[in-house]
């Protein structure tokens, strides 16, 4: 068992930001809003606002990595997004980067699985790939999943 977080995940777009956060018990991710990036300031002013809101204390931001695992000018543009971010955040909040790779494409299954074709996701892709990165990032906190032997 792990202690309790409480977590926010981004998935950094330069239109649009998904963001997710943890429940209260830090076990699930849940999609909570998509912020315009076309106004970065906005942007960050939304964030800053869901972190004080929510209390905050642990920040996941997906990396866009090449397919192997190499950074690229993506990277570079969300390290610097969150450079400006960390700024005007408390010293307290701790960081961490998530590799993303295949982070939209599972959100993407998961929403045709629900339904959902490209069209009517639109409004919440970015979302739903928040939430895939905070969960990967709660799923590797909370460890291996213990399965009881049955005799």
């Not at 920040?59 to 969300?78: C, D, S």
């Not at 408390?90 to 790779?101: G, K, L, M, N, T």
Request: charged share 30%; no cysteine.
């Amino acid at each position: 068992m792990t202690d309790l977080v409480r977590a926010l995940g981004i998935d950094y777009g330069t239109a649009r930001i998904g963001i997710a956060a943890s429940d209260e018990i830090g076990l699930l991710a849940h999609p909570v809003e998509t912020v315009s990036a076309a106004d970065e300031a906005r942007a960050i002013e939304r964030i800053v606002a869901l972190v004080e809101e929510r209390k905050i204390e642990d920040l996941i931001i997906g990396l866009p990595l090449h397919m192997n695992g190499e950074e690229g000018k993506a990277v570079t543009r969300v390290r610097a997004f969150g450079e400006k971010l960390r700024a005007e955040l408390s010293d307290e909040i701790r960081w961490h980067e998530v590799d993303e790779r295949h982070t939209t494409s599972d959100a993407m299954a998961k929403l045709h699985d629900a339904g959902r074709n490209e069209k009517n996701s639109r409004g919440i892709i970015d979302q739903a790939a928040a939430v895939e990165i905070l969960q990967r990032w709660l799923d590797d906190r909370a460890g291996p999943t213990l399965v009881p032997e049955w005799e």
